[in-house]
């Protein structure tokens, strides 16, 4: 023996077990379904878009777009005083939305903020489900809480509020989009890496002027479309603006007085009581063209918007 200490005994390692591949068959098979599921939407977009196209192309055969653009009165099923102007129905949809954001967009944003800054994280594993529970309401349970509760209540301090209003059911729908923007707002704000934090707070910011000067600035392209999407939900909002706004195609900005969501007339032609294939009937089509329109410029403007902050976020 040379009095060296002995070499240590390694133990004995296992050899792994080779891990199986999916088969050249299997991989080919979920790659054609994927592609499959990919080609199915693209295909139910393109018909529905074909549809409204080709329904609205009827209906301006016999409305002209001057008629349609430049008239500000909408009464398609009246016998012998019909008008085509399409801007009733934009002006209800308008203002309805416009009233849901202002109750959603800062209450949703100012949420977001709790939840991810300030709440513990108990506390939040236990609000944010809880608010999230907003979002699974049936949208009729909405128009028949602001028909029965809030327009009531409303008319107790407004003078003059109709029963049906576009003030009511702009507030109610904004109660159920606040949900959406704090959710998606939260998840942007959550994603922020901590050293811009730290990094605020070492330079002698406090924790208010992080939040508004760094922590919001960078998760701006996530909150701006997560506002983005909100809009585009409260424009196609049915259900609480056909219950609860009158259904009164009425060219006014004032939340008091009722009024008609192009997705509210949509519904109410598509009862059955308007003969199909009529030009009243081909009306639902025009106006849902110009529904996917404007929800169609807003995912862009989304789209676009959330490029251009993410392209100076990196910069």
Avoid at 173 to 185: E, Q
């Amino acid at each position: 023996m040379d009095g060296s200490a002995p070499d240590a005994v390694l133990p004995a390692v296992r050899p792994r077990a080779p891990v199986p591949r999916a088969s050249g068959v299997g991989e080919r098979v979920i790659e054609l379904g994927l592609a499959a599921c990919s080609f199915v939407s693209i295909v139910v977009t393109i018909g529905i878009v074909l549809v409204l196209v080709l329904e609205a192309s009827r209906f301006f055969a016999e409305v002209s777009l001057a008629q349609f653009f430049g008239d500000t009165e909408w009464t398609p099923l009246f016998r012998d005083n019909q008008h085509f102007g399409i801007w009733p129905l934009i002006m209800g949809t308008l203002v309805t939305s416009a009233i849901a954001m202002a109750v959603a967009l800062p209450f949703g944003l100012l949420a977001a903020i709790y939840l991810s800054e300030y709440a513990m994280p108990r506390t939040r594993s236990i609000l944010k489900p809880a608010l999230e529970l907003l979002a699974g309401v049936p949208t009729i349970v909405y128009g028949y809480f602001a028909l029965t509760v809030v327009t009531p209540a409303l008319q107790q301090v407004i003078p003059g509020l109709a029963g049906g209003n576009m003030l009511s059911p702009g507030l109610v729908m904004g109660i159920m989009i606040i949900p959406m923007v704090s959710s998606l707002a939260e998840d942007a704000i959550y994603a922020v890496p901590d050293s811009l934090r730290e990094g605020a707070l070492a330079l002698g910011a406090g924790k208010l002027p992080t939040i508004l000067r760094v922590i919001v600035p960078s998760a701006w392209s996530g909150i701006a479309a997560a506002m983005t999407l909100a809009v585009s939900r409260a424009i196609g909002e049915t259900m609480i603006v056909a219950i609860a706004a009158g259904n009164q195609a009425t060219f006014s900005a004032d939340p008091r007085e009722p009024a008609e969501t192009m997705t509210a007339y949509i519904v109410n032609i598509s009862k059955g009581d308007t003969p199909n294939g009529t030009l009243e009937y081909r009306t639902i089509f025009a106006v849902g063209l110009m529904l996917f329109v404007m929800t169609l410029a807003m995912n862009l403007i989304s789209y676009r918007m959330s490029r251009k902050l993410r392209a100076q976020s990196r910069a």
